[in-house]
Every structure is written in C-alpha cells, then in structure tokens.
C-alpha cells in the first residue's frame, strides 16, 4: 500500500510555519499500523499547482492525505481544485451545513456569507462531520487512490486523523503481509561514521533489518525498522538486532527511544541517591541548565557556579590563585580546582566543571578554540577529559555542556 | 524563476523530524530576495524514490535546493540518485578529499573507510567546501534546473544556504520589475493579537506593505513586506512603514532584521561599560547560557550563580536565612536579595535574579507553577517583576530567561 501525503498552505512555503502536521501522522501511522509515507508533497494556495499535485499523487498513491485549504476565505482552494482534478463539480453536503449551522448557533455567532463555502464538497465524497472545528473532513476516489481531506489546524488534523483516518487504513490495509516496528539506540560521543563502523557486523546478521542513522547534534542516533510477517515476529526480530548493537556500542549508547540525555543523567543520579554541583566557565550555565530540564531536578543539582571571570573561579569554585597564573584559565588543572572545588562548596557527591575556548576569538597556540577542559570530581578522585570541538560559538558550548554531562554519566557507570 | 525543493531522509517521512530546514530557507529567500518556493517534496532514502523525484522536479524547475543524504553511511544515497537521473558516473573531488582527511587531522580523528565516500560527486559538478562539515555541497545542472545539494545537517544546512546558495541565486534571478523588501521588527513581552493591534493604525496607512506576524517564542515579530517597482521605492515604502510601526510599539521593540535578543542586551551594557552578574533559580543557568551565547559575552559578564537550593542561595547569593524562613524561596523578597546578593558579590553594576515554580509540581495557592520572580538592582535600587508564564517546565525556564534580560534591558533604557 503505497500512502503519500500532500499539505497545502503558503504558509508552510514562506518559511511561516514548519509542517509538524506531517510529522504526527507519520509517527502514528507507524506505531499503529506498521506503516509508512512513501513521500510528502507541500504546496502553496495556487490553483493549478494544487490540482496539477492531486493528479500526479493520484496516478501513484492507493492511499492519500491531504492536509490544508479546507477553510471559509479566498485563499482555501482545497475543495475546488480536488473537483477539478477528478472533473466534477462541487455540491453542499447538508448534514455538514445544518452541523455549521448547529456550531454558530450554539456559540451565539454571526453565520458569515462566506461559512457556508465549508459545507460544500466535491460530487460523490463521503463527508466525516468535524467535531473540532466547521470544516468536514471528506473522502474521494481518484484513479486508484483513496484521497482523505482533512483540515490543516493541528487540533482538528490530530483529531481526525487519530479518530477517521487511521481506522480506514486499518480496514484498507486488511491482512497485511508485512509488519514494521521501530526501534531507536541514542549514542553519545560517537561519529556518524564510527556508529555505522561498529555496527556493521550486527548489519549483516539482519538483513530483514533497515539500519538508518541520524544526527541529533551532539547525539547521533540509530534507527532499525525491522520487517516481518508477523507483528511479534517484528517486535521479536528488532529485539534481537537491538540486543546485538547494545553489545558493540557499549558505553556509547546512553538511551532509546523517547530517553533524553540529561533524563537518563537525571536518573543514574537519582537511583544512586547522588548530587551534584557545577561550576562553568565558558559553558556559562548551560550544564546547569541541561540537568535543570528535567523536572524534579532540585533532587540531584544542588546549584552552579558560573565562573566566567578568574574572580569568580576564586570566590565560588577555590581556585587558587596560584593556578590560575601558572596554568592559566584554560587549563587541565583549573578544570580539576573548579570541580573539587563545586563539589566541597556545595558539599555534592559530584562536582562537574569547565573551562574552554568557545570562539571566535582567544585560544592559544597549544589549545585553540574549540579546546574544552571537562572535569569530574568525586569521591575516588578527579577525572578530566579534554576535547577539541568543531564549529561556532554556541555550538561549542552545547557540545561542551553534553560532553560534561558525559564524564559524569560514565564515571557513574564505570 | 521556478524553485522547488527535495529533502531526503527517512527520519522525515517517519515522524522523527520535522523539516525544519526548508523553512528556514523559505524564510531567508523571501526576505533576501523576495523570492518564494513553489513546491517542496520530501522523500525517504530510497533509491528509485529519490531517483525518480529529482528528474521530475528538475523537468518543471529551474531552481532546485535538494538536502540531505550527504552522510558517510550507507543509507545516504543523494549523490548516487543525483548521478544516476543525470545519467552520468560519480568522481572523487580532490579538494573535498584533502578537506575531509585535514579536517579529520586537526581533529586528531582516525578517518573510516566510509569518510572518503563523502568527497564523492556525480561527474562535471560544481564542488563548494562545507566550513562547518565534512560533506561538501555541490552544484549539477539537470534539464534546464540548476540543482544545489547541500547537508541536512541544520548548522551546516544554513550556513551554505546563507553563504553559497542565496548569493548565487541572487545572480540567477537577475533584473526583475518588482522589487521586494522586507523589514522585520523584533518584540518581546507582547502577544501576537497585541502586537496586530499595536500597529493596526499603520496597517491602514500602507496598502502596498504586506503585513505578517510570526511568533517565534518568546519573541513575536512584525514582518513589512513592501512591493514597488523600483529598489529604492521599496525600500523607501518599507521604511515608513516600519518608522511608523517603531513608535507604535514603543519598548517591546528590542530589534530588528538578525538582531538577537542577548546581543541587544550585551550592546546596551557594552555602550554603558557595565558589568552584571546573575543568581538564577528556576531557570537555572539559562540567563547566563544566553548572555554568554555572544561574543565578548565575557567583556560584561562577570558570573552566575545557580542557586538551585536554599543553601546556595544563602553561600552564593547572601540571602538570609530569615528572608528563606519568613517568605519562601518563591517570594518577591528572595528574589531581590538574590539579585542584590549576587551584585555585591561579583561587583557588578547589575544584579539579575529569578525565582520561581517551573513545574510540573510545586507552586503553592498565590503563586501557582509559572510565577516567576524576576528582580534586577542597579545602582539606583532594586525593581522586581512577578510573571504568571504558561507552557511545560521548559518554555516556563526559557521565557523567565527572557524576562530577566527584559528587566535589565528596560531598567537601562530608562
């Protein structure tokens, strides 16, 4: 069953709004039924252009949604240009009109000349009264597709889709050969590149597994989409290669599926009964920050010191001074006083810290930007990791700020 | 000059992204060129998929901007289906080659097999080095279009929209007889259906500027589209309108164009040579995360405090345990010793501090989850707002960040 979507709106083509409409329904096709949208076509309020795209979906698609165009004004050309791609005309469905009606009515509003246009359809469409909204959901056939008309608000899109669409689908689908299910390993510290290397070996032992790979920066995560005749041969089959890629990726993979990483951070402090402070220099309270998402958080993160100046080093972390002039503020031992020196202030299990060159200017010969000192103290001692990142200013304080949570998350582990 | 778009990547068509990319270049070719995109289709990493999409849209267009599937992994297939619908074989470019492995040296990266595959190009294109990435974007002529493929990695997305491919479109499009330009006015504090109504007086005076609204939380920004027949009677148009709109709004306007909110806030304080330091609370870090997001950030900037727990608040911020006991650390009271704390602490000319519930539990009968108190001293005393924020954890943290940097901002402005 080949299912393609098709959202119209100038707004989704003048950078207004993202279609995170599309998104949903691709989300819950999946989970639901197993399925997946072979291509997703966004057009603008343009007559031909709508018409020309229904055509050509049609001539492809057995199964289309289309999103957009269904309201009262000028610019809603859905209706219109669905009758001309299957050369009909349009006609007033009255259950839809008395529903309108019903709808002003019981809001004590005005009925405007230009609300009755929602009621009307193309000849021979099923129509599906909106309970969300005044536009009626409704379905056509056009050559051999089945096209769903749904409206572009999300509220009225969600709702529809959950309740009209993906119960036809399922009824449309019937026995189905095939069963999909999804899972998604979330690394940290990993290229792209190195994920796919290690696991390449676990790729050829599931051929009836698609390995996909995305990166969520500073994560990059790895998809399998396990196909099967079966739904608990699917769920059976994604198991067992996810099993195998937990092996080879080791520490790397800190979560899957809705995990995010400073919850799954939150989380081994939580159940260790452990705390942490942190003092930040040139992530300047973005760690803090990142642990702070979570709710709950003032259980773990006793608080932060943003220690931007060498004078806030000394008066909130215990630099000494001496270490300042010595090894400078960027420096393996700076990053290792700030730590220590968090974790006795704030009298935490764990005292994170960092110290870098976020850009675009300083740096130094031996350390340029991009250079990030990231330090753990605990009770066996310090750790520090230094790193060299990529990119612009803030994309080196994110980095820097996952990549302290990322000490911590591994001394945890260790 | 037709343009239409292709983003491939089965996260797109899966649910687990959404295409965020293409508005952002809708956006950017509106308001640099005054050009829109009339068509955009997204694709899954399949072959004969991505093959077919990009014959059919080169057949109608004569711009195509295609991202995505750059990567080094094996379901990345863009330049393999861009060569195969030219009918033409792939080449290693040599100079994207030596800036992969120099790029993997400065690193200290060990490169992997599948790195080179990135330097790869279908025969006779275009190749443009990616500052910000390993694949390069590269540019081939189909039919009568001209493609651009770049990444869909989103810094390395937008900065070769910006850089390479809105310059080379400018050059393409040519001499036109309507001129576009457009100004975008940048607020914070005021709802949308309040900033429409703010200017409505404005709306009436120019019927040839296209009024737009986008929120863009926490800001809301004010789009003056002017349309004329030459540059100058745009830009002319343009800037009456905005002159207008500017003394309608007052203060909430804080920018214009690529202004950001902390740079405004940073230009302030670097003009009046003053200093701040913050205690955050409920949000955290943010408000220091955000000021140090600019370069130089570190000129006023001179510390943070994340005071998460009533300890640090007392240590970091020289609140009484009196005021703690007697007011709550949810209280106007707390709030302005923390930012009258943290100012003498730091010696700065500016103490900013936030308290508050950012949920989803806590919040006590006066002050539910939401309120947050944001206080700011200077040299002439200390001013504390209380706000009411809607929204999860996350946009009640982010929108007090904002605000806190709204008292400081307006505080200086008066």
Same mark, same amino acid.
């Given at each position: 069953m080949r299912i393609e979507t098709i959202c119209t709106g100038d707004e989704l083509l003048t950078? +207004? =709004?993202? @279609? =995170?409409n599309s998104t949903f329904f691709q989300a819950r096709l999946l989970e639901t039924l197993g399925l997946q949208v072979q291509r997703n076509t966004v057009v603008g309020d343009v007559r031909e252009e709508l018409t020309a795209v229904m055509r050509e979906v049609a001539a492809r698609a057995d199964v289309v949604l289309v999103s957009g165009g +269904? *309201?009262? =004004?000028? @610019? @809603?050309?859905t209706v219109e240009c669905a009758a001309a791609a299957k050369g009909v005309g349009t006609e007033r469905n009255e259950e839809a009109w008395r529903s309108i009606q019903a709808r002003f009515a019981e809001r004590g509003l005005r009925l405007s000349a $230009? $609300?009755?246009?929602?009621a009307w359809v193309p000849k021979g469409s099923e129509v599906v009264i909106n309970t969300q909204g005044s536009a009626p959901m409704f379905v056509m056939s056009l050559e051999k597709a089945r096209l769903f008309f749904v409206p572009g608000v999300p509220t009225e899109y969600r709702h529809l889709v959950e309740t009209e669409v993906l119960p036809r689908l399922r009824t449309l689908r019937g026995k189905t050969q095939e069963y999909r299910v999804l899972k998604l390993l979330k690394t940290m510290g990993l290229a792209e590149s190195h994920l796919e290397e290690k696991v390449q070996s676990v790729v050829k032992v599931f051929p009836q597994v698609v390995f996909g790979y995305r990166t969520h920066p500073p994560e990059n995560h790895l998809k399998l989409l396990a196909v099967a005749s079966s739904p608990d041969g699917a769920a059976d089959l994604a198991e067992r290669a996810a099993a195998q890629c937990r092996e080879a990726l080791g520490l790397y993979l800190f979560g %899957?599926?809705? @995990?995010r990483y400073s919850q799954v951070v939150g989380r081994l402090l939580r159940a260790r009964k452990e705390t942490v402070a942190v003092a930040e220099s040139c992530t300047a309270g973005n760690v803090a920050a990142l642990l702070a998402q979570?709710?709950?958080?003032s259980e773990y993160l006793l608080g932060g010191a943003v220690t931007y100046q060498a004078a806030t080093k000394q008066q909130w972390? *215990? !630099?000494?001074a001496e270490t300042l002039e010595k090894?400078? %503020? !960027?420096s393996n031992e700076v990053a290792k006083e700030m730590a220590e020196g968090v974790r006795a202030a704030a009298g935490a299990s764990w005292g994170l810290a960092t110290t870098g060159w976020a850009g675009p200017k300083g740096g130094t010969a031996?350390?340029? !930007?991009g250079t990030v000192y990231l330090a753990c103290a605990g009770a066996d001692g310090t750790h520090v990791r230094r790193v060299l990142l990529p990119g612009d200013r803030q994309r080196i304080q994110k980095f820097a700020a996952y990549g302290a949570l990322d000490v911590l998350r591994r001394a945890m582990l260790r």
């Open positions: 950078g +207004l =709004t993202a @279609d =995170t +269904l *309201g009262p =004004t000028a @610019d @809603d050309l $230009n $609300n009755e246009k929602q %899957e599926g809705d @995990d979570e709710p709950g958080a972390a *215990g !630099v000494k090894f400078g %503020e !960027v031996t350390d340029p !930007v």
